[in-house]
């Protein structure tokens, strides 16, 4: 099975700072590699994704991802930081399941805390 | 354009006592996800719908879960009885796949649920 692995329980930076959350990745094959952040109380919203194409991958709010096949990393990065950001963040990984149909298997989460 | 739509929000119950969850996906979206997330934890998938049809629920514990999408649109997950061990934020998630490896899922803002 295909599994994600964020490194990091939290991540502490300052407003307008450059920010990374890290992410790894093992897979059989080609991996599909995706990035979505949680708001309290709110559901899972999709910032980016990697499937094919260029290793560096722009997505929603500013947010990009840099793709490492040597290093099995997907870090999501940011150039500046905003308080609003705070949130947590989820890797995740597209797995094929015995049905022959996919889903996503997450990681365990890491928390962005922006301070002023 | 309307996202996935959830309810209840939150939910408290006893122990052994029923509980359902609804789910109306984004309109068009031929696939639909349930998923639970335990705290501190990613998303776990429960079941995956294509139209009507449950193709994958190998993860669904049938003892006392099961699910239903009768018309191919919106679903209803049901829990009965309730265990202390349930306490879960339960997710849906929708997408609309153009094979059978479809990849972004767009998720609602899930139920939480609290087994006392």
């Known amino acids: 099975a295909q599994s994600v692995a964020q490194p990091e329980d939290q991540v502490n930076v300052a407003e307008g700072n450059p920010l990374t959350v890290k992410c790894t990745y093992s897979?059989?094959?080609?991996?599909?590699l995706f990035w979505y952040v949680q708001y309290p109380n709110r559901g899972l919203q999709f910032l980016l994704k990697?499937?094919?194409?260029?290793?560096l991958v722009k997505g929603s709010y500013g947010f990009e991802a840099e793709f490492n096949k040597s290093q099995t990393s997907f870090h999501l990065k940011k150039p500046s930081a905003l308080v609003s950001d705070s949130a947590l963040y989820f890797c995740a990984v597209r797995d094929m399941r015995d049905s022959g149909y996919s889903t996503l298997t997450f990681g365990k989460g890491t928390m962005l805390l922006v301070s002023p | 354009e309307a996202g996935v739509v959830q309810s209840p929000r939150y939910k408290i119950i006893e122990k052994k006592q029923p509980v359902a969850f609804w789910c109306n996906p984004i309109?068009?979206?031929?696939?639909l996800y349930w998923y639970r997330q335990n705290l501190g934890q990613g998303p776990e998938l429960l079941i995956r719908y294509e139209n009507e049809e449950a193709v994958d629920d190998s993860q669904l514990p049938k003892d006392r879960f099961s699910a239903e999408r009768l018309k191919g649109v919106d679903s209803t997950l049901k829990i009965q009885p309730a265990e202390l061990g349930d306490s879960a934020v339960y997710l849906c998630?929708?997408?609309?796949?153009?094979?059978?490896?479809?990849?972004?899922?767009?998720f609602g803002p899930g139920t939480r649920l609290t087994v006392l």
């Open positions: 998630a929708s997408s609309f796949p153009r094979d059978r490896v479809s990849d972004t899922q767009y």
């Open positions: 990697y499937i094919t194409g260029d290793n």
């Open positions: 309109s068009g979206h031929n696939t």
């Open positions: 897979v059989s094959g080609n991996p599909y």
